[in-house]
């Protein structure tokens, strides 16, 4: 697709990035607030809600983005949106809140959530035996974990202020089904502008298309988290944001990662191993601390974890060029 897009001038490049971005962020809302409607007339618990509907709502542009990138011959870009927007998640969406209003952690299940995250974030290492490749058999074992946790979660409740967060005045039934099938519509159409302009910008800066997707495509697929989770804290929920942010980066590799393996194999590129899980580990490592103190996550803790984001993305730009990488050449 966009095949003279090399030749397109670079302002309009940007300005197509941006649209992309725009009308994915835009998608996800109306997902978002759509579902959680659908979800409450149907009498699901708030927890419930919370920790599946919105955190695969915020989620859903990393689907969105990940699926056009697999069936475009993008895969690296695909693994590592998920992998990007875990780290970004956790580092830069927590930090800046954090830095933002300090963020007081009282969230159910604490202890559950950030071991699931961490463990998630070993994903990639299932490829090693497999010739560093992950399969649709990695797929469905993923999306099999994924029903589980969903189950998991439906005995579970949170503060009933949830809803006053997440339904705010009543919607008439017709535009709740609008909004339903509007949001991934435009999901699907801002991840096509978004990828094709985050590839040719990728390019011409002489990065690979993992690299395009561990910054450029998982920064902006993680602004979801990071509007809901701003927006959570100034109203003083802070529950939701937390929760937010944990179950986006489990719905991101159960879920995302899930989905977009059925539809076909990813080769892991050594890059993956030697740099971007070590990451990902030591960002979730740093937050098991924090979140579990019992109080509340400082403006110090906030800005550490800021700290590591900007370090992580400066030696991804600046060093990996450098990584041997494995499995197929770069698109």
Aim: with cysteine; proline share 5%; aromatic share 8%.
């Amino acid at each position: 697709m966009f095949e003279d897009a090399q030749n397109l001038p670079l302002l309009l490049t940007l300005a197509l990035l941006l649209s992309g971005a725009g009308t994915m962020i835009l998608g996800a809302h109306l997902l978002v607030v759509s579902a959680v409607r659908i979800a409450r007339r149907c009498g699901l618990s708030p927890f419930f809600i919370g920790v599946t509907v919105v955190a695969f709502g915020t989620s859903v542009p990393e689907l969105a983005a990940s699926l056009y990138a697999q069936f475009n011959g993008k895969e690296a870009i695909a693994l590592g949106n998920v992998i990007g927007s875990n780290i970004a998640n956790l580092a830069l969406v927590l930090g800046v809140v954090a830095i933002f209003k300090p963020i007081p952690v009282r969230a159910p299940n604490l202890r559950r959530d950030l071991v699931l995250v961490v463990l998630v974030g070993l994903v990639p290492l299932l490829a090693l035996p497999f010739d560093n490749t992950l399969g649709p058999f990695h797929g469905i074992g993923l999306v099999a974990l994924l029903g589980l946790f969903i189950w998991s979660s439906t005995g579970h409740n949170s503060s009933d202020e949830f809803d006053d967060l997440q339904v705010e005045g009543r919607w008439p039934a017709w535009l709740i089904w609008i909004a339903i099938i509007g949001g991934p519509t435009l999901l699907w159409a801002g991840s096509t502008l978004f990828i094709e302009s985050a590839s040719v910008l990728g390019v011409r800066a002489g990065l690979s298309e993992a690299v395009v997707g561990l910054t450029i495509v998982a920064f902006t697929t993680s602004l979801p988290e990071l509007i809901t989770s701003i927006y959570a804290t100034l109203r003083g929920y802070e529950e939701v944001g937390i929760g937010n942010i944990l179950g986006s980066c489990i719905m991101n590799v159960l879920c995302v990662l899930g989905v977009v393996l059925l539809f076909g194999s990813i080769p892991v590129e050594g890059q993956i191993f030697t740099l971007d899980v070590p990451a990902l580990l030591i960002v979730s490592l740093v937050c098991v601390p924090i979140l579990l103190s019992g109080r509340k996550v400082t403006r110090p803790e906030g800005a550490l974890l800021f700290i590591l984001y900007g370090a992580y993305i400066t030696i991804l730009l600046t060093i990996t060029p450098t990584i041997e990488v494995t499995g197929t050449p770069q698109g």
